[in-house]
């Protein structure tokens, strides 16, 4: 029998679907050895939720938890009591960061300082009053002037103090800035077709604090406020371009494949932000039409995370890590840890992978027996067998033959393998496998197939 590998990362394009028809829906490829095995995503558990909708900021500052959601700020204790602490404008563009105890939120133009006390302010910010984003660097707050060029900075582990005199321009484009965030030890300046980068001078003279990098200008500019996220040791973000960027290093890597790349062209991606499972780092592009893509920048690929079991667009907007685990919020007012539970706030998790299509330099074959090797012997809640379905196309996806359902095995049964028999004859022949149980089970990315 030859081995295929038979499942890739998601590379469908949707100007040209029956191109690659591979695809990975709420899993992803983990390698092992010299080929890999593809396992659920993490599913979610409510843990907190709210009256309002619309959650617009998530982060843990100071080992607590903290959301925007409906024009409030709240605080979320690791045993998911919540507190609100201030009413702030209900904006789309809304950041949250923290300064010695402090938490800081832009919203609506607005700056507001809410001090380890509870008490909420909103200072003076110096050179300019309306403020589009704050970040924190070298014990300073960083604001950036909303519809405008210029960013500024607090005093030191002061983030209710701003000297008129403390900013600065950004002067490389004829644009206007979008959003500032602090990566590493650097300030990125996102504008509209430009990027640049300031660097911490060291000066005992306060108005320059940050200076800018001789040669660190970029001529690539941020798609929109919401699409860019901080990462570990980095930061992912949506051109103005149309691709999707990865910066480590102090470098920009265009990581978007051609399909990742038209879903930003034909749909308007909503949000980027970020998370990590065992060693894996995903960036995701959040849709609201479609399934979200995420990209792996541990394996360098992609795949995409819905909900549902019609594979709808997944809801979370915004993530941050708290408590020894991930959560994410959704634009429903509710916070939800990430686990392996592989459910959904209580509903099946449904996972998807449809393989690269198989042919024969044009000619037809007979698919006598495939065969694979899931995970086996871990029942379902029942301590029954949970069930895998199957489907093949002939035509690249676009239609595809009847279903046949197998077991992977009760409780024990640790060897079970799938065998699928008289498949039938093929010019060309794409493979769908599909998962519901709540249960994880990895499956192999190499198929034994019996072709005659």
Known sequence: MAVVEWIGQSLRDDDNAQANTSRLLNMYRERHGDGYTV??????????????????????????????????????????????????????????????????????????????????????????????????????????????????????????????????????????????????????????RSIERWYQSGSANTSEFLLPISGGAIETGLKAFGLLTEMRNGAFFVGNDNIAYLISGGSLIPVSTRGVE??????????????????????????????????????????????????????????????????????FGDVLRLQRTNLDAGEPLFRRAVSTTLENDGQRFTINRAQFQPQTGFGNDAGGAPEIMFRFSRDR?????????????????????????????????????????????PISSQMFLEVT
């Open 397 to 441: 996806g676009q239609t595809w033959g009847r279903e046949r359902w197998r077991d992977v095995g009760a409780d024990g049964d640790y060897d079970k393998l799938v065998t699928l028999r008289a498949l039938g004859r093929f010019r060309r022949a794409t493979a769908e496998v599909t998962m519901s149980t709540p249960v994880d089970i």
């Open 262 to 331: 038209t879903a930003i062209e034909q749909s308007q991606p909503n949000k980027c932000f970020y998370y990590e499972d065992e060693g894996h780092k995903f960036c995701v592009l959040q849709f609201n039409d479609r399934p979200a893509w995420c990209y792996d920048v541990s394996v360098n690929e992609w795949h995409e995370r819905c909900e549902g079991a019609d594979f709808g667009p997944w809801a979370a907007t915004a993530s941050a890590q708290a408590y020894g685990a991930w959560y994410v919020g959704n634009d």
């Open 39 to 192: 396992k659920s995503v993490l599913g979610m558990t409510t843990f907190a939720s709210f009256t309002g909708v619309f959650l617009r900021a998530l982060a843990e500052v100071g080992g607590v938890l903290y959301a925007v959601v409906g024009g409030k700020v709240y605080s979320i204790t690791s045993g998911a009591g919540t507190a609100e602490l201030a009413t702030v404008n209900d904006a789309v563009d809304t950041t949250i960061d923290g300064n010695n105890g402090a938490i800081t939120v832009s919203a609506g133009g607005e700056y507001y300082n809410i001090d380890s006390g509870g008490v909420v302010t909103t200072p003076t910010t110096g050179a300019f009053s309306d403020v589009g984003s704050v970040s924190f660097l070298g014990q300073r707050t960083i604001i950036t002037e909303k519809d405008g060029r210029r960013f500024g900075w607090s005093d030191v582990a002061d983030s209710t103090t701003f000297d008129a005199l403390d900013f600065a321009t950004a002067e490389n484009e004829d644009d206007l800035i979008i959003r500032g965030l602090a990566i590493g030890p650097q300030y990125w300046i996102f504008g509209e």
